[in-house]
């Protein structure tokens, strides 16, 4: 695999290739309500709070049962509408799309084969946290992927372990990409040769403020016609560096 694939791109999920964050939507409809969730937004932003902490709070404001959870996203949730052609073309030149995400992998499954199809499912790899139901009692809680790390799900040891267990090294490293939107994509920020940071969102305040390179977008058209400059084009990833 390593020899002859052109790039490799990890995306965030929820906000990223979803318009609306599943996991905000869960926490502003069913938990405590987005005036709280904004405000632990911010103390996440500005270091008061790890996202870890910040998350769990959120989470578990949310009574609803996991499996009510999941339908009332399936029926809320919309798809960025340039995903299904950036991902049929990843595919068609052999690109991995990774989903490296800080929610939880049975949402992302669901909505995945939802919105794109259980071709998608198949050929996506979810790397994001898991989830402990407890059916008798009505109760589910995430389980990280990292319980170590204040992210809960450390995007960037993610992203190196991916491309360890797939046997590339700084001698066959393809160009690699990373598309994000908010506080849970901090991890992930430096670990690629182009991050895309969706305009007007948290990801982009980050990365003013701590002065890492990234290239703005607005939806997966414009990823998609970036990425397949470099590419197809001969485009230099650097030539979309935006500050």
């Known amino acids: 695999m390593s020899s002859n694939i052109p790039a490799i791109v990890f995306t965030d999920w929820d906000g990223t290739v979803t318009l609306q964050d599943s996991n905000d939507y869960l926490t502003e409809n069913l938990g405590f309500g987005r005036p709280k969730r904004l405000e632990v937004n911010d103390e996440i932003l500005y270091?008061?709070?790890?996202?870890?902490?910040?998350?769990?709070?959120?989470?578990?404001?949310?009574?609803?049962?996991?499996?009510?959870?999941?339908?009332?996203?399936?029926?809320?949730?919309?798809?960025?509408?340039?995903?299904?052609?950036?991902?049929?073309?990843?595919?068609?030149?052999?690109?991995?799309?990774?989903?490296?995400?800080?929610?939880?992998?049975?949402?992302?499954?669901?909505?995945?084969?939802?919105?794109?199809?259980?071709?998608?499912?198949?050929?996506?790899?979810?790397m994001s946290n898991d989830v402990k139901i407890d059916e008798a009692a009505g109760k589910w809680n995430i389980v990280y992927k990292h319980p170590e790390s204040g992210f809960g799900h450390d995007k960037s040891l993610s992203i190196k372990e991916y491309l360890t267990d797939k046997g590339f090294n700084e001698s066959n490293m393809p160009p690699l990409f990373y598309c994000g939107d908010g506080v849970s994509d901090l991890s992930a920020a430096k670990e690629t040769n182009l991050l895309f940071a969706k305009h007007g969102k948290d990801l982009i305040k980050y990365c003013r403020r701590e002065d890492i390179p990234y290239t703005e977008f607005n939806d997966f058209a414009e990823i998609l016609a970036k990425v397949k400059s470099i590419v197809d084009g001969g485009k230099s990833y650097k030539d979309y560096i935006e500050n």
């Open 47 to 126: 270091g008061k709070k790890s996202f870890k902490q910040g998350f769990s709070e959120m989470l578990a404001s949310i009574p609803t049962p996991f499996p009510e959870c999941i339908d009332f996203l399936l029926k809320n949730i919309q798809l960025d509408p340039g995903f299904k052609e950036f991902f049929q073309w990843a595919d068609s030149r052999g690109i991995p799309v990774v989903v490296v995400s800080s929610g939880m992998t049975p949402i992302i499954h669901a909505l995945l084969e939802r919105l794109v199809g259980a071709e998608a499912v198949s050929k996506i790899l979810i």
